[in-house]
């Protein structure tokens, strides 16, 4: 596709369940973000991907997030014994590198509900 | 760290109304400075970025801003504003590091109301 694609785009989970987020980037693009959009804020850092490792993962909030990119390119994000206070848009962004005159193209977004 | 600020929430305004709506950042280090729209339902789009040359940017779909270091603000403008332009826009500061990017850190966003 032209664009970042996330699936699913809507995802409601009990508490307590394990969830996954997928996002497919731009092909090509070596540079992957993941940020989460809670109601009202803007969007918060959470990891970056530079080819298949993460080169910096101090956004996510704890031990329940974790996320991967085996062969560099899809990327997904796993939660573990979700919370409510986990409900959230969760983004996906990707860039050519992270060289200057790079865009990060955003994703349109999973909405993650947990009751 | 770096920290973004924009004051207000909500703007409302009227049809071919200029707008101004502001961003304050704060940064022990050198920055790059973006706005970001997002209309209904889609995906966060680059409006406009500073890295470096001319203080005043020039993006899409009329929109600029101004780089001024001495007060720490990156506001957006326009002069003329349509109903089209209903959307939220978001501030946002990467570091400069050497010449890469950092991660973006976004403002809490302000929702442009634009009234016929």
């Known amino acids: 596709g032209a664009g970042v694609s996330q699936t699913p785009s809507n995802k409601v989970t009990e508490k307590g369940k394990y969830v996954e987020l997928r996002c497919d980037p731009i092909s090509g693009h070596t540079a992957l973000y993941w940020y989460r959009q809670s109601l009202g804020q803007g969007p918060e850092f959470l990891i970056y991907f530079q080819g298949t490792g993460a080169a910096d993962d101090s956004g996510l909030p704890n031990d329940r997030f974790f996320a991967v990119r085996p062969e560099g390119s899809v990327s997904t994000l796993k939660i573990q014994r979700t919370e409510r206070g986990d409900s959230a848009v969760y983004l996906c962004?990707?860039?050519?590198?992270?060289?200057?005159?790079?865009?990060?193209?955003f994703g349109q977004g999973t909405r993650l509900t947990v009751v | 760290a770096q920290s973004v600020t924009q004051l207000d929430s909500q703007v409302p305004v009227f049809e071919e109304a200029p707008v101004e709506l502001r961003c304050n950042y704060s940064s022990s280090v050198s920055v790059y400075l973006f706005w970001y729209v997002q209309y209904p339902n889609q995906g966060l789009q680059l409006l406009l970025k500073?890295?470096?040359?001319?203080?005043l940017v020039k993006g899409i779909n009329g929109f600029e801003a101004e780089f001024n270091k001495s007060q720490t603000s990156f506001h957006l403008r326009k002069p003329s504003v349509h109903i089209s332009d209903t959307a939220e826009y978001f501030c946002a500061v990467s570091a400069n590091y050497g010449g890469s990017q950092g991660n973006l850190i976004f403002g809490k966003g302000t929702k442009l109301s634009v009234k016929p």
């Open positions: 500073y890295l470096s040359g001319s203080t």
């Open positions: 962004a990707s860039s050519l590198t992270r060289e200057l005159n790079t865009e990060a193209f």
